[in-house]
């Protein structure tokens, strides 16, 4: 069986400085981090090569330094590392993005075929949640969004049963082999790593493609030239001023309380009386 998992190294958000006159993101001197969505993902198919034995190989895209997440990945106990890396690939948006590593799990498909391609539900720094499905879409795979559990799995007769979080409550589905996952938050949490994998994570070489070994050849596809999104400004939101104000309740009528509270919320937000009017 052959997992791949999709990460990105991405800036610790709570370090992230925008730049004051390009409005762009500040990378540098900003540690760099995995993606927290991704380590859910890389958990899950960890979890599926302890049970069925076979691979897992964690692919992403960056410059060269992102080296380091792919080699924290293997840590954890995946079996391969693949780096997509090229000048080619710089200012890639989703669609570009999702071109490339689409192109790099054709030739691992053709290595060793793929069973399961998964992906956090987003990355931290974007969080556009449209590279899986962009994936799935030009690998022709089902794709399973949003993903809380994996209810079963069966390599042996290609399928796969999962439990997603929906509008309302939750979805059992059922679909066939190779799919892509994109995994929810909070649905497992990533293990240490043994000292052996430890070991193996710093010695063993991380296989690093441009376009051409990643089988791209129309590079009109491919980062600036194949991103059609613009960002026009980045900001930090401004700080609330306002503060938190209390309702006391006397003598434990919390019915004069809550009266008090809607009056309050009346008074500021003028149309919430008449939507509470409707509702009731």
Known sequence: MHSVVCIKQVPDSAQIRVHPVTNTIMRQGVPAIINPYDLFALEEALRLKDRFGGQVTVLTMGPPQAEAALRKALSFGATDAVLLTDKAFAGADTLATSCALAAALRRLDER????????????IDGDTAQVGPGIAK????????????????DPKGRSITVERRAEGGVQVLKTALPCLVTMLEG?????????????????VPV?????????????????????PTVV??????????DRAQMVEVTDGNLAAGAAELIARMVSRLPALEEALAKRA
């Open 112 to 123: 060793e075929p793929l069973d399961v391609v998964f992906t956090g539900k987003q990355t």
């Open 232 to 241: 026009s400004k980045v900001f930090t939101p401004t700080p609330r001023t």
């Open 138 to 153: 030009r690998l022709d795979l089902q794709l399973l969004t949003y993903v809380s559990r994996i209810v079963e799995f």
């Open 187 to 203: 649905t497992n949490e990533i293990r240490f790593g043994t000292l052996p994998d430890l070991f193996r994570a710093a010695r």
């Open 207 to 227: 296989e690093q493609w441009d376009r051409a070994a990643a089988g791209i050849v129309d590079v009109t596809k491919i980062g600036l030239k194949g991103s």
